[in-house]
T-cell receptor, first 114, second 113 residues
Framework: DAGVIQSPRHEVTEMGQEVTLRCKPISGHDYLFWYRQTMMRGLELLIYFNNNVPIDDSGMPEDRFSAKMPNASFSTLKIQPSEPRDSAVYFC????????????FGDGTRLSIL | AQSVTQPDIHITVSEGASLELRCNYSYGATPYLFWYVQSPGQGLQLLLKYFSGDTLVQGIKGFEAEFKRSQSSFNLRKPSVHWSDAAEYFCAVGASGTYKYIFGTGTRLKVLA
C-alpha cells in the first residue's frame, strides 16, 4: 500500500510568493488532515476534511492560508502571500472512518520563506 | 478541555537499557490513545494505539504502552533500547465523536552507544 504522498518535500521561496503544498491520501481513506510543525508551537492541526468537505478549519492561522480537496485523492494547502513566519514543516495525514482508526502521516514538506 | 502532557522534553539512555516515556492526558471519558515516532526528516509513524480492552498494548519495534485510568497515563516502554530508536516520540489523544487528535509536545530520545 502506498502511504500518504506529499509534494514537494522541500520548498524555498521568497516572501510574498504563493506557495502550494500537495497531498495524496491513502486510497480509501475519507478523512484528510493538514498539520504544521514548528519548534515553538509543536504540531498544530490546521484543517481537516471528510469526504472532500472541510469540517474544521479553526486552526488555519489567517486568511493567507487556504485548503482545498477537489477529489478524494488530492488536496492542496496554499499560502498567499507567504511570510517568513510561515516557515515550518507541513504534514498531511489521512485515515478511514471509524473511531479506532489511526491517522497515517506523509513525510512532510519543509517550507522555508526567505 | 482535552490535553496531553509529555513531561520530559529530552531523555538520554544507553543502548540496551530500558526506556519509559511518560504521557498524561486530560479527558472526561475513555480516550483513544496513540504513540507515534518521528525520525529526522520523516513523518510520524504509528507505534501503537489503545481504544479499549486490555490495558497493556503491544506495538511495533518492540514497544508497549500501559493505559492507567487512575493516573490518566499512557506511558510507553521498551525493555532494551537500540541505537535506531533515537527519534522524537509523540503521545496523542483522540476523543470519541471527533476525528481530531491532540498531540503532546514530544520527547526527544537520545541513545548512547
Amino acid at each position: 500500500d502506498a502511504g500518504v504522498i506529499q509534494s514537494p518535500r522541500h520548498e524555498v521561496t521568497e516572501m510574498g510568493q504563493e506557495v502550494t503544498l500537495r497531498c495524496k491520501p491513502i486510497s480509501g481513506h475519507d478523512y484528510l488532515f493538514w498539520y504544521r510543525q514548528t519548534m515553538m508551537r509543536g504540531l498544530e492541526l490546521l484543517i481537516y476534511f471528510n469526504n472532500n468537505v472541510p469540517i474544521d478549519d479553526s486552526g488555519m492561522p489567517e486568511d493567507r492560508f487556504s485548503a482545498k480537496m477537489p477529489n478524494a485523492s488530492f488536496s492542496t494547502l496554499k499560502i498567499q502571500p507567504s511570510e517568513p513566519r510561515d516557515s515550518a514543516v507541513y504534514f498531511c495525514a489521512s485515515r478511514r472512518t471509524g473511531g479506532n482508526q489511526p491517522q497515517h502521516f506523509g513525510d512532510g514538506t519543509r517550507l522555508s520563506i526567505l | 478541555a482535552q490535553s496531553v502532557t509529555q513531561p520530559d522534553i529530552h531523555i538520554t539512555v544507553s543502548e540496551g537499557a530500558s526506556l519509559e516515556l511518560r504521557c498524561n492526558y486530560s479527558y472526561g471519558a475513555t480516550p483513544y490513545l496513540f504513540w507515534y515516532v518521528q525520525s529526522p526528516g520523516q513523518g510520524l509513524q504509528l507505534l501503537l494505539k489503545y481504544f479499549s480492552g486490555d490495558t497493556l498494548v503491544q506495538g511495533i519495534k518492540g514497544f508497549e504502552a500501559e493505559f492507567k485510568r487512575s493516573q490518566s497515563s499512557f506511558n510507553l516502554r521498551k525493555p532494551s533500547v537500540h541505537w535506531s530508536d533515537a527519534a522524537e516520540y509523540f503521545c496523542a489523544v483522540g476523543a470519541s465523536g471527533t476525528y481530531k487528535y491532540i498531540f503532546g509536545t514530544g520527547t526527544r530520545l537520545k541513545v548512547l552507544a
